[in-house]
């Protein structure tokens, strides 16, 4: 007797023949589309209704942010412990339907103020946590273990659209329809994302207490930081974002100020580069078949930020300035996509199914979590040594972070981890 072969991995466009995850990744399209709608939107309707000013921005920003900072870890060993993650996102949804809703009201109704939108993006926010986190486990059990770079470049692919497609559509939408109306599409992108998860029904499980000593949150970082695999990428995600936001924090001041970019022109070019989101999203699937998911994830760690070195490097006549800056986003985007579709394969096939909602939340507060935190060192080191300098120190800290997962067994893995 000979033992089965292990099911061979499917091209992308075969899941996408496949029931369940159509409606599964079709959720996710729609949502996110309309989540880059309310990223223009929200920001606009404070600036152009409330008259809000840099601090108060400021407040909204954070507010959006501050959940995934404190709720991610709780979210994450809550869900795990339910056997029903899909229910959860259904309810996540709707939850934020019905709030975004409240906005247009409160704008029509002439009463609309800043603590309003605050506190509507906090809640939100919170809502959108316990979505990514469920997300985690239920992705594992819609799609198969060898199908995971093929489904994770398939929604990251229609991330990378959304980016392209959703500040156009969102601009064009304010444009029309003004702002608080403009937030409606986004309304029905959550109704249309639950009922499009209503139609699926894989089998989910519950954690139990005996899978891996526990399912508190104390016990599941303890499990990360017994793995080397799941370590490492945290500790690399945790230095490419702090240093990456030390960078972004800066950037637009820079290219404004220093090299003299309009907004408008720098609009453009960030759309444009925007497209290196979809070829990394295409590219990662056939190169991890051709040198292994470890060294897919090594080139992730390093595509991303290494390109954006040439930003600071910039300079001589407008067109020489324009290129460097067009091929530093267009490769950094190129870079994001192969790193987050490789890590996530692998983090997914590395975690025990009763810990996926953790590690889920653990990756969001290492992802957003920080953004603040590298913000403010951005805002500080640019005061102490200057734009150019502290642009320097952002990009060159962003690829040390590969260093965590060279020291690991990462690169020597060619294909994703048993379960």
Known sequence: MTAAAPPRPAPAPALLRERVFRHYWSAHVVSMVGDQISLIAIPLLAVLTIGAGPVEMGYLTA??????????????????????????????????????????????????????????????????????????????????RPDYIAANSLTNGARAMSFVAGPSVGGVLVQVLTAPFALVVDVLSYVGSALLLTRIAPPENAGSESEGGGLGIGSGLTFIFRSAVLRQLLLGATTINLFNYVFHALLILYVTTVLGLSPGLLGMLIGIASIGGLVGAAVTGPLTRRIGIGPVVVLGYLAFPLPLVLIPLAGGPQPAVLTMLLAAEFLSCVGVMILDIGVGSLQTAATPVSRLSLVKGAQRTVNYGVRPIGALLGGVLGELIGVHGALWIGAVGAVAGVLFILFSPVPRMRELPDA
């Open 63 to 144: 507010a959006a942010l501050l959940p995934n900072l404190f709720l991610s870890l709780l979210a994450g060993a809550w869900v795990d412990r339910r056997a029903y993650k899909r229910k959860v996102m259904i309810v996540a949804d709707l939850g934020r339907a019905a709030l975004l809703a409240v906005v247009p009201v409160l704008a029509f109704a002439g009463v609309l103020e800043l603590w309003h939108l605050c506190a509507l993006s906090f809640a939100i926010g919170t809502l959108t946590v316990f979505y990514e986190v469920a997300d985690g486990s239920l992705f594992a059990s819609v799609v198969r």
